[in-house]
């Protein structure tokens, strides 16, 4: 008969285990609700590239209806292929194939997880870097890749996006409406693009960051 004693023991020493491995972790998604610096990001492409031909705003609900709070992000789609740019320093967390979405896409796309602190900047729907790697640091304004190709025969035809998001790197806080951890320069050039090519669906969503995102920066 098994010594009870020392079934405890042992299960008692399982559970110490798990938690010394995957404390940290677990302590470290906590730290946005405590005291810490904000880090400033800037735009995923180069002033050269501020030629968009659409910005999709963060809470519309036209395209994504069973989003609870909308739009978990903001979407960028160029007619030629536009570098996309680390926005901030940080380590390469994950490059996952991304599943096809009937959109046109005309190649294999991933997403792209980088993380700065305790925040993560998410670049999903690209064509990586070859020398992109899980792991390796990057710094800010290096080329990570650039947006994955589409084509739409009588719509926009063939374009190239990303749909890019910012956020704690955790899983108990949703995503953050950027533009007040943007650089000075990239809020200025976040706002007269979308002056220009910003889609508000006909004045529902006037804003980059729209509906419950609006204001969501903490």
Known sequence: MPNKGLVLKIVLFILFTIVLFFGWKFFIRFLPFMPHQRVTISLPFAREDDDLIFINPMGEKVMHPNSPLGHPGIDFAWHHPAPLKASADGKVTKIEEHPPGGFGETEKIYDV??????????????????????????????????????????????????????????????????????????????????????????????DICSGDYKGKDE
Request: hydrophobic share 30%; proline share 4%; with cysteine.
């Open 113 to 206: 997880e980088i993380v700065s602190g305790i925040y993560a900047v998410r670049y999903t729907e690209i064509a990586p870097a070859e020398n992109l790697k899980v792991g390796m640091s990057v710094n800010k304004g290096d080329i990570i890749g650039r947006g994955g190709e589409y084509k739409q025969p009588g719509g926009l035809g063939l374009y190239y996006s990303t749909h890019w998001e910012f956020d704690y790197d955790t899983v108990w806080v949703d995503r953050l409406c950027p533009l007040t951890y943007f650089d000075t320069d990239s809020l200025s050039r976040i706002n007269s693009i979308w002056n220009k090519v910003g889609t508000t669906y006909d004045g529902r969503y006037p």
